[in-house]
């Protein structure tokens, strides 16, 4: 782990991304050393400290720290955290902000499931907590995630692979860490995050790589009626690539539903790595 360029482990107890969730982070998948997705997890970094007011860290810098971190890493997660940094008590932003910027390299998630076969599908369910609509922090991945956690308390079930979360008015948004598709009406439908949730990289490889190969896409609000009316879903985060969805509840799907190779081509692009490095 490295804080502010150099070997740590701690940020100072008034830390804004500790006492208030002030910041941001993103989640690379690591292949062979490298980062795979970096353009597209900078780019979101830095929409996102815009969209605070955080000033954008050095993409210089932060490749430099990256590669110092994953040096002789095969494969594993890294994690990119920046904070506002330190200032008075209150929620009053300091005039002149100094960010924390955290770099962390961990191994590959434990659970083999994240990086099934996509033909093996997953089982999910449906999460009670909602998510809170506000437009001003919807498509970042802003620290505060209390959402996601509380939503993730519900199910111990080993054999849950993600939980699906819906915002106040019941339109299905996204799972607690993960961005959806369903094969509804022979298209694909993803639910929209100008509301609510993360526009996920993935997310994003998946509608352009859809519109390039002609397959009929759109955003648009999903009801849970449609959940169970459709054919298949799919799910898709940096570290699932892109997963088919085997059953929710009782409702089981079409694993052959999803466009095959549509699956193949955005997981080959979300685990590629990066080049040059």
Same mark, same amino acid.
């Given at each position: 782990?490295?804080?502010?360029? +150099? %070997? @740590? &482990? ?12 002030? #910041?941001?982070?993103?989640?690379? @998948?690591? +292949?062979? #050393? ?36 994953? @040096? ?21 932003? !300091?005039?002149? !902000? ?12 434990? &659970?083999?499931?994240?990086?099934? &076969?996509?033909?093996? =599908? ?9 998510? =809170? ?29 993600? #939980?699906?979360?819906? &915002?106040?008015? #019941? ?17 694909? /439908?993803?639910?929209? /995050? ?21 397959? =009929?896409? +759109? ?44 699956? %193949? ?13």
């Amino acid at each position: 782990m490295l804080i502010d360029g +150099r %070997e @740590a &482990d701690a940020v100072a107890a008034d830390d804004r991304g500790l006492l208030y969730g002030d #910041g941001l982070f993103e989640t690379i @998948a690591v +292949r062979d #050393g490298r980062p795979c997705l970096w353009n597209a997890h900078l780019s979101r970094l830095s929409r996102g400290a815009d969209r605070l007011g955080i000033p954008r860290p050095d993409p210089r810098g932060l490749r430099v720290e990256a590669k110092r971190l994953l @040096a002789g890493v095969a494969q594993g997660v890294l994690r990119i955290t920046l904070t506002r940094g330190r200032g008075p008590r209150g929620y009053r932003a !300091p005039d002149a !902000p100094v960010p924390t910027r955290i770099l962390a390299c961990h191994p590959g998630p434990d &659970d083999d499931r994240r990086g099934a &076969d996509p033909r093996d =599908g997953a089982a999910i369910t449906l999460c009670r907590t909602p998510l =809170g609509e506000n437009p001003r922090l919807a498509g970042i991945k802003h620290l505060n995630r209390l959402e996601q956690v509380l939503a993730r308390s519900e199910w111990t079930d080993p054999e849950l692979l993600e #939980g699906l979360m819906l &915002d106040g008015h #019941g339109r299905v948004v996204c799972g607690t860490m993960s961005n959806l598709f369903l094969v509804l009406d022979d298209a694909l /439908v993803t639910p929209p /995050v100008h509301r609510c949730g993360v526009a996920g990289t993935v997310r994003g490889l998946m509608l352009e790589h859809a519109a390039a190969e002609g397959i =009929g896409v +759109r955003v648009g609000d999903v009801s849970v009626s449609d959940l169970f009316r459709a054919r298949g879903l799919l799910l898709t985060n940096t570290l699932l690539g892109a997963r088919v969805v085997a059953r929710l509840g009782d409702r089981r799907y079409d694993p052959q539903a999803a466009p095959r190779p549509l699956i %193949e081509r955005v997981r080959a692009a979300a685990f590629r790595p990066e080049r040059p490095w």
